[in-house]
Each structure stands twice: as structure tokens, then as C-alpha cells.
């Protein structure tokens, strides 16, 4: 027994401090945001719209992802309204303004690209790539739709969200990159094509650096941190949507495809559980602050869901292993 709790403890010690590098790119990106002048809304519109279709495109050509990797996102996508709806429910019956939307917003809001990619890279290698596209791209999906729909509370009508959505270069990329994986071997490239899929692969990195930048950043522009017995209970709401009921339901969807649906690897599986562990992300008080929501709920819920998913993510490793 106590040879167990020993390789357990080194197991987790050495997941922790796989994790803990990528929260020193957090930190600097708080740093820069608090004495530079950093236009954060730009970043973070390259991200989307330059370097993250391009990981999704070469992603899947590189690892020839199957088509059936798509349930990954639809599984992501339901999982996210499922929350969103029961906890919008449930905040109308204890709120009867806004925080109700807010609390949706946070407890189905999970930040897989720009946390989930790298973390997910640190702990399980390259191999994690696929996962985390497809569940990246059922998280943004829902948030520039449904999730938008329902924070905004009708201000803004359901056609202009899918109109948001259908302008989501990410998507375009996945179905060509569907389309053409079966058309293109990169090993048997040279030349200018080859040299462009070597140029790809940095991207990745870059995603990910940029990614935990944009958290980094995110954190420096919370303006206040006020704690009290509404936001108390709005926190415990949350975390505990996003640390237990979203991690159970992935559980359970792993239980139901090991045993019936058989359509990932044995491999897949840590890492769906890994991501479901994703903190709240920073782009949640972007979204409420444009739809001028009080932000300053969502900014607590983000620096906590933060701090406990450096620890919670390893613990829960550990009791997979």
C-alpha cells in the first residue's frame, strides 16, 4: 500500500510539474498585460483566425484524424448546452437578473483551446493533438451560438449567432482538411509542398504559447475581485459545474463507448478526461462585458478555475493511472 501511494505522489509530482511551466507563460503574460500596452483583442483574433485553422488543417492531414472523431465535437457541443441550460435554469430560480445568464455562461464554458492544447501537449505528447481539435472545435461552436444566444438572454437574435458562428474560419478548415486527408501523404511531399506542412507544424507551438499568453493577459485586466454572499454562491454554482458535473458526464461517455460505441482508442480516453478539467476561459468576461453583463463574477470564477485546475488536473490523472 504504501508503495502505491508512493509512485502515486511521484506521478503526480512529476504531472505537476509538467503543468507548471505553461502557468509560468501565464505569468508573464499577466505581467505584460499589466505594464504593456497590449492589444489583447488582436492577439486573440490572429489566434482564431490565422494560427488556429491552420493547427486544425494540418492536424488532421498530419495525423489522418477519422471522420468519426467528429463525435468528439457533437459530444462536447451537447455536454456544454446540457450545462448551459440546467444552470440557467437553476440561476433563474435563485436570481432573477442577469447573474443567471452569467452562470451559464461559466459553468459550460471550458477553455480546451488555449489551455486544454498545451497542457494536454505537455502531458501526453503529440498524440493529444486530435482530441483536442475536435473537442476545441465543439467548445467554440457552442460558444459563438447557443452559449452566446443564451448569455445574451435575447438580446441578440438566434440568426445572428449562427451567423457568428458560420464565419468561424475553424470550421471551413476541419471539413477540407476531411476532405482532402486521403489525397495527401506527407511523407511522400518534397519540395515547396513538404516545406510548407514543415512550416505548419510550428504553428502548433505557437497556438499554445500564444494561447496561454492570451489567459496571462486576460487575468491582468480583472478591475475588481469583490467577494461576497452572491458571489460566494455563484462560485460554488460554477466550479462545481465545471470540477464535477462536466468531468462525471465525460466519465460516463467513456464508460458507455469502452463497453458499446467503440469508437476511440483506450489513448483518447485520458485526454477527453484531462480537458474536461479545461478552467473557465478568459474570453467569458470578454463576452459579458460585450454584452455588458457584470464581469466581475466571471473574473473571480476565471483566476480560481485557473489555480485549481493546476492541481485537480494531475489528481485526477493519477486516479485514472
Given at each position: 500500500m504504501k508503495a502505491s501511494k508512493v509512485q502515486d505522489l511521484l506521478l503526480f509530482q512529476n504531472l505537476l510539474l509538467k503543468i507548471l511551466p505553461l502557468y509560468l507563460v501565464i505569468l508573464i503574460g499577466?505581467?505584460?498585460?499589466?505594464?504593456?500596452e497590449i492589444d489583447r483583442k488582436s492577439i486573440a483574433l490572429m489566434i482564431m483566425y490565422v494560427v488556429a485553422p491552420i493547427v486544425f488543417f494540418n492536424g488532421i492531414i498530419k495525423d489522418n484524424i477519422p471522420l468519426q472523431s467528429l463525435s468528439i465535437s457533437v459530444f462536447?457541443?451537447?455536454?456544454?448546452?446540457?450545462l448551459a441550460l440546467i444552470f440557467l435554469g437553476l440561476g433563474s430560480l435563485i436570481w432573477k437578473d442577469?447573474?443567471?445568464?452569467?452562470?451559464?455562461?461559466?459553468?459550460?464554458?471550458?477553455?480546451?483551446?488555449?489551455?486544454g492544447l498545451p497542457v494536454a501537449l505537455a502531458i501526453f505528447g503529440p498524440k493529444a493533438l486530435p482530441t483536442v481539435i475536435m473537442a476545441t472545435l465543439g467548445i467554440i461552436s457552442f460558444q459563438n451560438s447557443l452559449g452566446f444566444f443564451i448569455a445574451a438572454n435575447g438580446k441578440y437574435s438566434f440568426v445572428r449567432s449562427l451567423k457568428k458562428t458560420l464565419l468561424l474560419p475553424n470550421i471551413?478548415?476541419?471539413?477540407?482538411?476531411f476532405y482532402l486527408k486521403d489525397f495527401i501523404d506527407i511523407p511522400?511531399?518534397?519540395?515547396?509542398?513538404?516545406?510548407?506542412?514543415?512550416?505548419?507544424?510550428?504553428?502548433?507551438?505557437?497556438?499554445?504559447?500564444?494561447?496561454?499568453?492570451?489567459?496571462g493577459l486576460g487575468l491582468s485586466q480583472i478591475k475588481s475581485m469583490k467577494l461576497n454572499k452572491k458571489t460566494f454562491l455563484f462560485l460554488i454554482l460554477s466550479l462545481f459545474a465545471k470540477f464535477a458535473i462536466f468531468p462525471f458526464l465525460t466519465y460516463l461517455f467513456i464508460i458507455f463507448d469502452k463497453h458499446s460505441l467503440h469508437l476511440f482508442s483506450s489513448s483518447t480516453y485520458p485526454v477527453l478526461m484531462m480537458l474536461s478539467l479545461a478552467p473557465v476561459p478568459a474570453n467569458a468576461v470578454v463576452i459579458a462585458s460585450?454584452?455588458?453583463?457584470?464581469?466581475?463574477?466571471?473574473?473571480?470564477?476565471?483566476?480560481?478555475?485557473?489555480?485549481?485546475?493546476?492541481f485537480l488536473i494531475p489528481m485526477l490523472l493519477v486516479w485514472m493511472h
Open positions: 499577466f505581467v505584460a498585460g499589466k505594464f504593456l462536447v457541443f451537447c455536454v456544454c448546452t446540457f442577469s447573474t443567471k445568464n452569467i452562470l451559464a455562461l461559466c459553468s459550460s464554458s471550458g477553455n480546451m483551446g488555449y489551455f471551413y478548415a476541419v471539413i477540407l482538411a511522400s511531399l518534397s519540395g515547396f509542398a513538404k516545406n510548407i506542412f514543415n512550416i505548419a507544424n510550428n504553428f502548433t507551438g505557437a497556438y499554445s504559447i500564444l494561447g496561454m499568453l492570451i489567459v460585450s454584452l455588458k453583463l457584470d464581469t466581475d463574477m466571471i473574473s473571480i470564477t476565471v483566476m480560481l478555475s485557473n489555480f485549481f485546475a493546476l
